[in-house]
C-alpha cells in the first residue's frame, strides 16, 4: 500500500504487526528462544541432530519412541510414496480417499476398542472436530490446561457455554456441574497427559463424574498413546478406562513419528463429524507418505513394547537425577518434564546456554503454563550417557548462574 493510500484510509489493520517489536528486542540480547532451524538427525536411530554444524543431543521433541529415524517406519514412508505419490490433491469426502487411509481407521479402531474412527490431516484440526459437536445451547466443560487447539475447537463451534475446571481438579469440577442444569448437553474436555504439566487427567474420576451428570468424556491423549498403557493406547488404557472415554482425540505428530490425527468413538458420532465437520470436510486429506508412517508407528507398538518400557525409565531416571541436584521438578512419570525457572531473562539464558553445551531442549514462557520452565520431553533412544550428560550439564550451568548450590 502507498503511504498516500495508507494516509487517506483510516486505521490501518497492519498497526499492531508494526508495533510489535519483542522478537527484535530478544534477538537484540542475543536471547531470542524460537526456530531453532536443525538440519536432521546425525544417524538412524539417534538422538542427535544436526545444529550449525555440530550435533546437538534432542531433550525438546515429542518424538517419544524414537521413531521419526526408525529404518522401518522410514522405509514405510518411502514405498507409500512410490505406491500412491505425494499427495492426494482432494478431501476425503471426494478423491482424497486412498485404501490406505482406510486400513488406519480400520486398524486404529481396533486399536482403541472403539467402533469407528475418522483421520484429520493435523492434530490441531482433530480437535476441531469440537466445532460441530456443540449445539447453541450445550457446555464444554474444559481443564484450564488443555491444549490451545481444545480452546480454539470450542470457541468457533455453536456453543457458547464454555467453562473452565481448576487443572485435575475433581471438586472444582463437580462445583461446575452443580451450577449447570440438569437438562443441558455437556462434554468435559481433558488432556490425556497434559502438554505442558507432563501429569495425567485423572480418568477414573472424572468418568465416575461425568456419569453422574450425564456428560460425555472427551480425551486428547496426543502425549499418552503409544507411551501409556499396556499395549500403548494411552491415559485411559493405563486406567483400565478406554471403553469409558466417549470420544478419544490422537495426533500422529508424537509417538506417531507423522502428522495428522484421528477421532474414535461410537459409529454414529464418526458418521457425523465425517459429514458435518468443517477441518475434515473442507482440507485436503493427509498424504500417502503420514498414512504409512503413522501405521508402521502403530505396528511398532503393538510388536515392541520394551520402547514404553524404556522410554519411562528414561524418564523416571531423569525426573530423579534432576531432583537429587536441586532442580524444582513437576512430580509424575511420563516422559514430559518440567524444571520450572519462572523468570523470563534467567530462563532465555539458561536455554542458550544448554544449546550452547549440545543440549537442546523446549522453553516454555507464561502464560503458555502457569510458571516459566525448561520442558525436557524424553525419548526411548536415549541411553543413560545422554541422560547422564543431561543432568551434568543442567547442573554446571545451573551452578554458574547461582541458580543452585
Ligand atoms: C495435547 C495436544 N493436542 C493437540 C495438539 C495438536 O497436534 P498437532 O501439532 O499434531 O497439530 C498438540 C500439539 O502440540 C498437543 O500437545
Do not use: W
Not at 539417534?46 to 515429542?62: E, I, Q, T
Not at 517419544?64 to 529404518?71: D, F, R, S
Not at 495426533?251 to 477421532?263: D, E, H, L, P, Q
Amino acid at each position: 500500500m502507498t503511504d498516500a493510500v495508507r494516509m487517506t484510509s483510516g486505521k490501518d489493520v497492519f498497526q499492531r504487526c508494526y508495533e510489535y517489536t519483542r522478537p527484535d528486542e530478544f534477538r537484540a540480547l542475543g536471547l531470542y528462544p524460537y526456530f531453532t532451524s536443525f538440519g536432521g538427525a546425525i544417524a538412524e536411530n539417534s538422538p542427535y541432530y544436526r545444529l550449525d554444524g555440530k550435533p546437538v543431543l534432542m531433550f525438546g521433541s515429542n518424538d517419544y519412541l524414537g521413531l521419526t529415524t526408525n529404518p522401518a517406519v522410514k522405509e514405510a514412508a518411502i514405498a507409500a510414496v512410490r505406491d500412491y505419490g505425494t499427495g492426494c490433491s482432494g478431501s476425503r469426502m471426494l478423491n482424497g480417499t486412498l485404501d490406505i487411509h482406510i486400513r488406519l481407521e480400520e486398524e486404529l479402531a481396533e486399536f482403541t476398542g472403539k467402533e469407528a474412527t475418522v483421520l484429520y490431516s493435523t492434530g490441531f484440526m482433530t480437535n476441531g472436530s469440537l466445532s460441530c459437536l456443540l449445539g447453541r445451547d450445550e457446555y464444554a466443560i474444559l481443564d484450564k490446561s488443555v491444549h490451545a487447539s481444545i480452546n480454539y475447537g470450542t470457541m468457533v463451534s455453536f456453543g457458547k457455554n464454555h467453562r473452565r475446571f481448576r487443572h485435575n481438579d475433581m471438586k472444582d469440577l463437580e462445583n461446575i456441574f452443580e451450577s449447570i442444569h440438569a437438562d443441558r448437553g455437556k462434554i468435559v474436555i481433558v488432556d490425556g497427559v497434559f502438554s505442558m504439566e507432563g501429569d495425567v487427567a485423572p480418568v477414573p474420576e472424572l468418568s465416575a463424574l461425568c456419569r453422574r451428570h450425564n456428560a460425555r468424556l472427551y480425551v486428547d491423549d496426543a502425549h499418552g498413546i503409544g507411551v501409556l498403557g499396556e499395549r500403548g493406547a494411552g491415559t485411559a488404557e493405563y486406567f483400565q478406562m478406554l471403553p469409558e472415554v466417549d470420544i478419544l482425540m490422537c495426533t500422529f505428530s508424537k509417538s506417531f513419528a507423522s502428522t495428522g490425527g484421528f477421532i474414535a468413538s461410537e459409529r454414529p458420532v464418526i458418521e457425523f463429524l465425517k459429514h458435518h465437520s468443517l477441518p475434515f470436510i473442507y482440507s485436503a486429506s493427509m498424504p500417502p507418505a503420514a498414512v504409512a508412517t503413522a501405521l508402521a508407528a502403530l505396528h511398532i507398538f503393538r510388536s515392541e513394547p520394551e520402547r514404553r518400557e524404556k522410554l519411562l525409565r528414561n524418564s523416571d531416571k531423569i525426573r530423579k537425577g534432576l531432583k537429587s541436584v536441586g532442580f524444582e521438578v513437576h512430580d509424575g512419570f511420563t516422559p514430559i518434564i518440567p524444571v520450572i525457572i519462572d523468570d523470563e531473562l534467567l530462563l532465555c539464558r539458561f536455554f542458550k546456554a544448554l544449546i550452547e553445551a549440545g543440549i537442546y531442549t523446549n522453553p516454555i514462557f507464561r502464560p503458555a503454563a502457569d510458571k516459566g520452565m525448561i520442558r525436557i520431553s524424553c525419548m526411548a533412544t536415549h541411553e543413560d550417557e545422554h541422560i547422564d550428560q543431561l543432568i551434568n550439564t543442567m547442573l554446571e550451568i545451573g551452578r554458574s548462574f547461582q541458580f543452585l548450590q
